[in-house]
């Protein structure tokens, strides 16, 4: 069993800094929902505020069916998993898992039976005698979320809880993280500053640019349908193209650009007459010129990835060029200090009108 977990127009203020301003959103029960932005945006102050560290100065936190105002952090059905994880050094890792049953009066057989159920969920079955210090980082950081869902509860928040590991183990995680959220089907609310973490991983995502919720969607959404110039740049890589729009035609927009004419898809604000910014992901430039949508650039490197070369340089009006090209048609690419010109479909591009 688990919960929904419904934040309406939340704000937090810390004297006169606005943390977090005006959010709304609501995560479904049994959902994998993460909070995405940079260092100080606010995701931090969202969880505790969920958790009941803190009591939003504005707005309502309800958890299931029940407004949270006024519970403390274990009135709440709630557990928090930190960014720092403490196991118990000098405990076994089973001890460590049923911690929090004994707080509750929890019997030592009924504990140990627990904590073995949990073992096997995080697939460490066997290890529940070893100390905390002869398990790995990852192997570490399953203790600890066998230690929060413990005592059973309906929501998970954690924090940033991959961070300290390294990039190897992070990536194995996100996966091992992802079919554990799936199993127990308890809701989880993750953050993180890791964009690709949080698209390889969510159902949902909640962008987040100083205090302001930017957008909620899928990961797909968010990279394909970006709402806002924060989300279009922050999540995932993109080729921006500064212009006015002259049209709108149907969902299509015209943008006149230092670079001509370009056509995409009409946008959040993709109004006539208003400055705005074509966004283009790398990998929908195609080397060669097109008949239309085609970008006259200089080309300063090539980086060679394998299944993919990585071309960066510059567009004729000054612009950052990004292009990935599948090494498949690695002969297209052009050679670094050429010039050259990319293509792409309306489809494959965005414009949004400019904050
Ligand atoms: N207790 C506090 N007192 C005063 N200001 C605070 C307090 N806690 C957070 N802030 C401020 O609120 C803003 C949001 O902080 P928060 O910790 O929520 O960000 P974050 O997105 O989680 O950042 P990070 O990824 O660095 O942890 C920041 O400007 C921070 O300095």
């Not at 929090?100 to 290890?127: F, M």
Request: proline letters at 5%; hydrophobic letters at 40%; charged letters at 20%.
């Amino acid at each position: 069993m688990s919960h929904s977990v419904e934040l309406t127009d939340i704000g937090m203020r810390f004297g006169s800094t606005q943390a977090v301003s005006d959010v709304s959103f609501k995560v479904g029960a049994g959902e994998f929902f993460s909070i995405l932005g940079p260092s100080g945006c606010g995701k931090t102050t969202i969880l505790r505020m969920i958790a009941g560290f803190l009591e939003p100065t504005e707005g309502r936190v309800q958890i299931g069916d029940q407004d949270m105002r006024g519970l403390g952090p274990n009135q709440r059905p709630t557990a928090m998993i930190f960014q720092s994880l403490a196991l118990f050094p000098l405990m076994p890792v089973w001890e460590n898992i049923a911690f929090g049953l004994e707080a509750r009066g929890v019997g030592k057989a009924e504990r140990r039976k627990k904590a073995d159920e949990l073992l096997r969920l995080i697939a460490l079955e066997g290890y529940g005698d070893r100390m905390p210090g002869e398990l790995s980082g990852g192997q570490r950081q399953r203790v600890a979320i066998a230690r929060a869902l413990a005592v059973e509860p309906k929501v998970l928040l954690l924090d940033e809880p991959l961070s300290a590991l390294d990039l190897k183990l992070r990536q194995h995680m996100r996966a091992e993280l992802r079919s554990l959220q799936k199993r127990t089907g308890v809701t989880f609310i993750y953050i993180t500053h890791d964009q690709s973490e949080a698209l390889a991983m969510s159902d949902r995502v909640a962008v987040m640019s100083a205090g302001i919720l930017q957008q909620v969607a899928t990961p797909r959404e968010l990279y394909d349908n970006p709402a806002t110039p924060f989300v279009a740049r922050f999540v995932g890589e993109t080729n921006a193209i500064s212009g006015r729009v002259s049209a709108v035609d149907g969902g299509t927009a015209i943008l006149d650009t230092g670079l001509g004419q370009l056509r995409g898809r009409a946008g959040q604000g993709a109004e006539v007459g208003r400055q705005a910014t074509m966004y283009i992901r790398p990998e929908a430039l195609i080397p060669g010129a097109g008949q239309a949508n085609s970008l006259p650039a200089t080309v300063e490197r090539v980086d060679f990835e394998g299944a993919f070369a990585l071309v960066h340089g510059n567009f004729d009006d000054g612009g950052t060029l990004a292009a990935s090209v599948p090494s498949t048609r690695l002969t297209e690419a052009p050679e670094p200090g050429a010039k050259a010109h990319f293509s792409f479909t309306p489809e494959h591009a965005v414009v949004l009108a400019d904050d």
